[in-house]
């Protein structure tokens, strides 16, 4: 069984008034976003694949490559189109390949998702089709509102969440079978955002959910779901990894 991360870096970091790819922005000290999660990404599994954009490519080729992991590798997405064609892609070049695997989804922004929580997913896919970490928060930008049918919401596309609910934290875990069961039914109908006008990635796990019983996972602390977007973001990853020296 092959083991798998796919990181989705295809965004540039202009909310983070950066000209660097997103992923390569520095977070604290000599440290950027694509460092943090290398080091807590790559030692136990079998392949990291970057989806980057052809400049952040470049960038790679430039300055990464000689020194990265030799079980990361880089795909490109030639257009930044949306997180639903970069996750097309992905899934659609793994499903080419004769190899079972599972595999953990994680976005490109999202530095704390550790090699625990890595493996405690890896661990849940033994037993479950898809497991998915959740927090509680206080008004969630996306709301996963459990129940049957789920409805997942993004505040985004102009919907309403509630002022309390529970929010992904950027990390997902699916077997081969489950993504091959779900994925070309959600293509088919994955809905347009009323607001951006994109397909997203999130409402495919009202999809899937029709298809197979998910693993909610309720038990991961807030800091692991923290992501790096915008300047606060930044500052706030930056203190965390300040506070966690000052402990060490």
């Not at 000290?29 to 052809?54: A, C, N, R, W, Y």
């Not at 596309?157 to 993504?179: Q, W």
């Not at 009323?194 to 298809?211: D, L, M, P, S, Y």
């Amino acid at each position: 069984m092959k083991k798998v991360i796919v990181i989705p870096a295809a965004g540039k970091g202009s909310r983070l008034h950066s000209d660097l790819p997103k992923i390569f922005t520095a977070v604290y000290e000599s440290k950027s976003i694509f460092d943090l999660i290398v080091d807590q990404g790559t030692s136990h599994v079998d392949e990291m694949i970057l989806l980057l954009s052809p400049a952040g490519k470049e960038y790679f080729d430039l300055h990464i490559a000689s020194s990265a992991p030799q079980n990361v590798h880089v795909w490109v997405q030639e257009s930044a189109t949306g997180m639903f064609d970069a996750m097309n892609q992905l899934f659609e070049s793994l499903l080419n390949r004769p190899e079972d695997f599972q595999v953990i989804v994680q976005w490109g922004d999202q530095p704390f998702c550790d090699a625990e929580l890595h493996q405690t997913l890896f661990s849940d896919l033994n037993k479950f089709e898809v497991s998915v970490p959740l927090v509680w928060v206080s008004s969630p930008y996306v709301q996963f509102k459990l129940g049957s049918p789920l409805a997942v919401w993004e505040s985004r596309e102009g919907e309403k969440c509630d002022a309390f609910g529970f929010k992904d934290m950027g990390v997902f875990a699916f077997t081969r079978g489950s993504i091959e069961s779900a994925w070309p039914l959600y293509k088919l109908n994955a809905p347009f955002g009323k607001v951006t006008g994109e397909r997203n990635f999130v409402k495919f796990f009202e999809t899937i959910q029709q298809k197979t019983a998910i693993f909610w996972r309720l038990d991961q602390p807030y800091y692991k779901s923290i992501g790096i977007n915008t300047p606060e973001e930044l500052n706030e990853a930056n203190l965390f990894l300040n506070q966690k020296d000052q402990i060490r």
